[in-house]
């Protein structure tokens, strides 16, 4: 939202509408995703006379790992050259699907001020994620 006041409350509803509306549509624009996120590195190995001991730029690689959570608890996988290519994109588009809907969660945040202003202050204070009154993460 810009940080030019609006002038009336039924403006300030107008351009909660609108950003919300621009929100949803980039929402609707990313393609495939995927949790978690990848690594890319080069290793030594476990011969002792190879030159990746010497020299890091003669370290073998890249290996490519993901990780994620599942159930609580933390899973990683290698991934070959060409799995990593696929899912690198995804987890981008991920990424961007969780900043579009904090976003969406901030605008829907003072719409719910511009709707009930007496009353979210008083009734909505233990909202998750909620920092202090007006602000939401």
């Known amino acids: 939202m810009s940080a030019i006041k609006p002038r009336t409350r039924t403006e300030a509803?107008?351009?909660?509408?609108?950003?919300?509306?621009?929100?949803?549509?980039?929402?609707?624009?990313i393609g495939f995703i995927w949790p978690g996120s990848l690594q890319c590195k080069k290793l030594r190995c476990g011969k002792a006379y190879c030159a990746c001991h010497r020299d890091p730029e003669a370290r073998h690689g890249p290996y490519w790992y993901w990780t994620s959570k599942k159930g609580g608890k933390t899973v990683s996988r290698m991934l070959t050259e060409e799995e990593a290519a696929v899912i690198v994109p995804w987890i981008?588009?991920?990424?961007?699907?969780?900043?579009?809907?904090?976003?969406?969660?901030?605008?829907?945040?003072e719409m719910l001020a511009l709707l009930l202003p007496t009353e979210v202050e008083r009734a909505w204070p233990e909202l998750p994620g909620r920092k202090g009154p007006g602000e939401v993460k």
Do not use: P
Not at 17 to 27: D, M, P, Q
Not at 92 to 109: G, I, P, W
């Open 13 to 29: 509803i107008r351009k909660c509408e609108v950003a919300y509306g621009e929100l949803a549509g980039r929402l609707a624009e």
């Open 92 to 109: 981008k588009n991920r990424q961007e699907v969780d900043a579009t809907l904090r976003q969406m969660r901030q605008v829907s945040a």
